[in-house]
């Protein structure tokens, strides 16, 4: 089992940044692949950033790379997406997830863990 905690959400306004952590505990974190999704009101969860397990291998969706990066600190057992550049439209329920293995992975439906999420709000 792994246990995943998010904060680091709030109102922010357009051109803005954020940085959100996730801390885990539990299983071995240091295992486990990471990903970041997101979840705006009306409409599905959609991928928005992975990592493998020893931070050799990022991926990002098109509507974020370029703005956002994700990163990890083993031995802290966290995992981070620094958000720069927000946009209205970047405004969601960000969840952190992660695999029982050390691969990334880009469909939710990989995921075995997740958080509770936290809000990001990105006024105009």
């Known amino acids: 089992q792994v246990q995943l905690v998010e904060s680091g959400g709030g109102l922010v306004q357009a051109g803005g940044s954020l940085r959100l952590s996730c801390a885990a505990s539990g299983r071995t974190f240091s295992s486990c692949a990471m990903g970041w999704f997101r979840q705006a009101p009306g409409k599905e969860r959609e991928f928005v950033a992975t990592?493998?397990?020893?931070?050799?291998?990022?991926y990002y969706a098109d509507t974020v790379k370029g703005r956002f990066t994700i990163s990890r600190d083993n031995p802290k057992n966290r995992v981070y997406l620094q958000m720069n550049s927000l946009k209205p439209e970047d405004t969601a329920v960000y969840y952190c997830?992660?695999?029982?293995?050390?691969?990334?992975?880009?469909?939710?439906?990989?995921?075995?863990?997740w958080g509770q999420g936290t809000q990001v709000t990105v006024s105009s």
């Open positions: 990592i493998s397990w020893n931070g050799g291998r990022r």
């Open positions: 997830a992660a695999r029982n293995t050390g691969s990334y992975a880009f469909d939710r439906y990989e995921y075995d863990y």
